[in-house]
């Protein structure tokens, strides 16, 4: 396999961006080339999804997956739920994360560690997204709880150019 490309773009400032093939079996045809999906074609269906599907992992080793709304913003996902969710629940004992959009035609598939929110100015933020995006403010009662992922890992495609136009981006996430 050729040597990803690499430039420094991204999500957040100061992260490291590499581009290249995902990393799957040979029999999927996947080719090394010249030319990856921008990172704005990511970027873009992040802003504009309405749900994005949440997928954790149970105490007993068992996958949860649950449909949230959210906001990206800066680089990062922002979601909110019930800290009593099972979800929450999940993300407080193990906050590894992958996230889904809703579309398997046009495919973003983020991974990351999701990270409980606590910066008022941020929360205002966030509120100000949900407002806009969904018509509604962020619950900001104590029984909920706000989470951003910074993401690890993206992957991207679409169903009409696959694999020809398959994408990896990884990133370097601040301790």
């Not at 030319?35 to 269906?45: F, I, T, V």
């Not at 100015?121 to 992922?149: H, S």
């Amino acid at each position: 396999m050729a040597k990803p490309k690499s430039r420094h773009v991204g999500p957040g400032k100061g992260n490291f961006l590499s581009v290249g093939l995902p990393r799957v079996p040979s029999l999927y045809g996947l080719k090394p080339r010249k030319d990856y999906l921008p990172w704005n074609h990511a970027e873009a269906r992040l802003e504009r999804s309405r749900n994005y599907w949440i997928c954790t992992t149970r105490p007993d080793g068992r996958p949860h997956a649950m449909p949230v709304w959210g906001i990206w913003l800066g680089g990062v996902l922002y979601f909110s739920t019930a800290r009593a969710s099972r979800k929450a629940l999940n993300l407080a004992r193990k906050p590894s994360v992958s996230v889904h959009l809703e579309s398997g035609d046009d495919v973003v598939i983020l991974e990351g560690e999701a990270r409980e929110v606590f910066d008022e100015p941020t929360i205002a933020r966030i509120d100000a997204g949900y407002r806009a995006k969904y018509q509604v403010p962020l619950w900001r009662i104590p029984e909920n709880v706000v989470f951003t992922v910074r993401p690890r890992v993206v992957l991207a495609w679409t169903e009409k150019n696959f694999p020809k136009d398959a994408t990896r981006w990884e990133f370097i996430v601040p301790g």
